[in-house]
């Protein structure tokens, strides 16, 4: 029998667990591999949408920043009229971008769409630092809807990139490794305000200017490596109008070599080593005869080609993709099970979350907190144990239970928070004062930590509970959703605060956060099966009985379904092995 691969069959053999027996137990495998580029770029275009997001934060609560864009003659907020629309101005940017760019990805692929929304990004975060093009506050705020947009379009594609990449015995921790490094990004946000805002204590120069132009770079770097280390998606090769199993087969292979792992027809004489004597990682190239035994063309597909033929320009077969992808978003065998309850937890998380995130500063403002930038750092390091519990924990007891028990965690740390202001607004002793500063930051801490947990682990469930030809389209819905939740936020938190800069404010915001996350925890139970240490689902429809649809990938062929001869297979990887070798003779080792 000839055993024909797969892509999930490929990477699973790429990250060593289909050879774990022969060398060794999988956390000395794991432990023995250095960080690959192609993943460490996606986590550093991940750690910049933070930085670009949470960097308002902390002009916000900056008097020099006010002062400049709001006029403003004394430290008090109370004359921050349009903040609202300043800081809701890149959610709406991420609402368009994740909507539009969501569904582009399904039809132009994932890696475009990600370099174009990282530059738009970078872009306009420079922009909006320099004085000749942001000098007043109307023309920042078009320039951070601009960056929005680049931050939305980048989320779809970022986190599909990383669910396809991945085998399904690492999918949890590589998608949580992406995910984490929004802690890194804000992290260096805080970092660089604790550093740059002390230099002028008396906020008398643009500080905030240079702030923002630091908190770009990110997006730069990001881009740079996503073009030189992120292939293409070979899953989006199989989806496409017209099937390209040699792209496929190519990227996949082109993978194998990024990861450092040798692809060569001979396991016996051919071998690299990464560090550790046992870890001989060799593979046989993916060939363009396995994806056809495993992919073949779907009614599904034939009626989009259809359809597609009778369109005259790009833009109309771009525009009836994404219709199509749409129905199927919201049919029937998706929208209840599916769609519905990821829209709804991606709401309430990110109403909950980007309201909180954004004012943070000036809660702690408000509620006269000492030493603002080194409590806000303690509250971008909470995130550190967050990430730590997402990846030893989120393939052992499944996203569900995860994201139940993240978000109702969070929604107790805002509580205790809001009982902490309320109950400590009347005259303190400094003993009391310090007691309440403590708890403060411990709760604020506690939420920041448990929304990471959630955070990470709807990054994971979105990017699986949909199939592959709407995997994109689905995440860019689901964003698209939680940018109404941060929008919204932004308006209800703003019109709080302005109203009542004091602590009355504040508590009124925690408890209208802690509110929507107790909602949110109750739509993983409405979910569809927990997709944990499953292989992805490539159909639009997982075994359908509609005859449009049939299932057509297939793990792996019996003994009767087997009509293509072994030395028939391996003479067309002996080819496309000398093919691919000559592509990748010039290519320089790609670990770190």
């Known amino acids: 029998m000839v055993n024909y691969r797969n892509i999930d069959d490929f990477l699973s053999e790429l990250y060593l667990f289909k050879h774990r027996a022969q060398y060794g137990s999988r956390k000395r495998i794991l432990r023995s591999c250095k960080i690959p580029l192609p993943l460490l770029a996606l986590c550093i275009a991940n750690s910049s949408d933070a930085a670009e997001i949470l960097m308002l934060s902390y002009l916000l609560a900056d008097s020099r920043f006010r002062k400049d864009m709001f006029s403003e003659d004394d430290s008090s907020s109370s004359s921050m009229d349009g903040a609202e629309y300043l800081a809701s101005s890149i959610f709406l940017g991420m609402l368009i971008g994740g909507t539009v760019f969501g569904f582009l990805s399904d039809r132009i692929g994932r890696r475009p769409t990600l370099l174009l929304g990282l530059l738009t990004n970078a872009v306009a975060g420079m922009c909006s630092s320099l004085p000749i093009f942001a000098p007043s506050f109307v023309q920042l705020t078009i320039w951070r809807f601009i960056a929005g947009v680049g931050v939305g379009s980048t989320v779809p594609p970022l986190f599909t990139l990383a669910s396809e990449w991945s085998s399904k015995e690492v999918r949890g921790v590589f998608v949580t490794a992406v995910a984490s490094f929004w802690m890194v990004g804000s992290i260096f946000v805080s970092s660089l305000a604790w550093c740059l805002f002390r230099l002028d204590r008396n906020h008398e120069l643009p500080i905030w200017r240079v702030f923002a132009a630091t908190c770009s770079l990110p997006s730069f770097l990001g881009a740079w490596m996503v073009y030189n280390y992120v292939p293409e998606s070979p899953r989006f090769y199989l989806a496409a109008e017209k099937r390209d199993f040699d792209s496929a087969a190519k990227a996949c292979n082109h993978m194998a070599m990024l990861l450092n792992v040798r692809v060569t027809l001979d396991h016996e004489k051919e071998f690299t080593l990464l560090g550790a004597a046992f870890d001989h990682r060799v593979v046989h190239p993916l060939t363009k005869d396995e994806l056809l035994s495993n992919y073949q063309e779907n009614g599904a597909n034939q009626i989009m080609s259809e359809n597609n033929a009778h369109s005259t320009t790009k833009l109309n077969r771009a525009i009836k993709s994404s219709i199509?992808?749409?129905?199927?978003?919201?049919?029937?065998?998706?929208?209840?099970?599916?769609?519905?309850?990821?829209?709804?937890?991606?709401?309430?998380?990110?109403?909950?979350?980007?309201?909180?995130?954004?004012?943070?500063?000036?809660?702690?403002?408000?509620?006269?907190?000492?030493?603002?930038?080194?409590?806000?750092?303690?509250?971008?390091?909470?995130?550190?144990?967050?990430?730590?519990?997402?990846?030893?924990?989120?393939?052992?007891?499944?996203?569900?239970?995860?994201?139940?028990?993240?978000?109702?965690?969070?929604?107790?740390?805002?509580?205790?928070?809001?009982?902490?202001?309320?109950?400590?607004?009347?005259?303190?002793?400094?003993?009391?004062?310090?007691?309440?500063?403590?708890?403060?930051?411990?709760?604020?801490?506690?939420?920041?930590?448990?929304?990471?947990?959630?955070?990470?682990?709807?990054?994971?469930?979105?990017?699986?509970?949909?199939?592959?030809?709407?995997?994109?389209?689905?995440?860019?819905?689901?964003?698209?959703?939680?940018?109404?939740?941060?929008?919204?936020?932004?308006?209800?938190?703003?019109?709080?605060?302005?109203?009542?800069?004091?602590?009355?404010?504040?508590?009124?915001v925690l408890v209208v956060a802690s509110i929507s996350l107790l909602f949110g925890a109750g739509m993983p139970l409405v979910l569809d099966r927990d997709m944990t240490m499953e292989e992805l689902k490539d159909d639009a429809i997982e075994d359908s009985t509609d005859p449009c649809c049939p299932r057509s990938h297939k793990d792996h062929l019996s003994d009767e379904e087997s009509d293509i001869p072994r030395l028939q297979l391996q003479s067309s990887r002996s080819l496309e092995y000398q093919s691919f070798q000559q592509e990748v003779e010039s290519n320089q080792p790609f670990l770190l």
């Open 324 to 508: 199509v992808s749409l129905r199927k978003l919201y049919s029937a065998q998706l929208f209840p099970r599916t769609t519905l309850p990821l829209q709804l937890i991606w709401f309430c998380l990110s109403f909950a979350t980007y309201g909180i995130t954004t004012w943070i500063n000036t809660l702690f403002v408000a509620i006269k907190l000492q030493d603002l930038y080194f409590n806000s750092f303690l509250f971008a390091l909470a995130t550190l144990p967050g990430n730590i519990v997402s990846m030893i924990f989120s393939d052992r007891y499944g996203r569900k239970t995860m994201l139940i028990g993240s978000l109702i965690g969070a929604a107790c740390g805002l509580g205790i928070f809001a009982i902490t202001i309320f109950a400590g607004s009347r005259e303190q002793n400094d003993e009391q004062s310090s007691t309440r500063t403590l708890l403060v930051v411990l709760c604020a801490c506690a939420f920041q930590a448990f929304g990471t947990i959630a955070w990470n682990t709807i990054d994971i469930l979105t990017a699986e509970m949909f199939p592959t030809n709407v995997r994109s389209a689905g995440m860019g819905v689901c964003t698209a959703t939680g940018r109404f939740g941060g929008i919204l936020s932004q308006c209800v938190n703003a019109k709080l605060i302005v109203d009542d800069t004091g602590e009355g404010a504040a508590w009124r």
